[in-house]
């Protein structure tokens, strides 16, 4: 065949590729990556620690609550409840 100039080349191989493959390269929501200092990251990591231990408790929790068959129920002492037996009574 003749030769292509590069424009038509380069839609007929992007059109090829859009053919052959549905992947695209996913959008760039955040900002490129930057540097940090020692300390920066030694705190970002910390804090990653503690949210990953806390939510590994809470799962633990969970799951030693269903093993258990233990029911939470709402507690409210001062809520509906202990409101439930007064009358009520008008100020005639």
Known sequence: GSPLPPEE??????????DITAA???PLHHS????LTIEESI?????????????QAKLAA???????????LRFEPEGEASMQ????RDED
């Not at 490129?32 to 540097?35: C, E, R, Y």
């Not at 799951?63 to 233990?70: D, F, G, S, T, Y």
Request: net charge positive.
């Open 62 to 72: 969970q799951k030693l609550a269903e093993r258990l068959n233990i029911k939470m």
């Open 85 to 88: 037996y007064r009358e009520v």
């Open 43 to 55: 705190a970002i990591q910390i804090q990653q620690k503690e949210a990953y231990e806390e939510m």
């Open 32 to 35: 490129p990556a930057k540097l």
């Open 9 to 18: 080349r380069r839609l007929r191989d992007k059109k090829h590729l859009d």
């Open 24 to 26: 695209r390269l996913p």
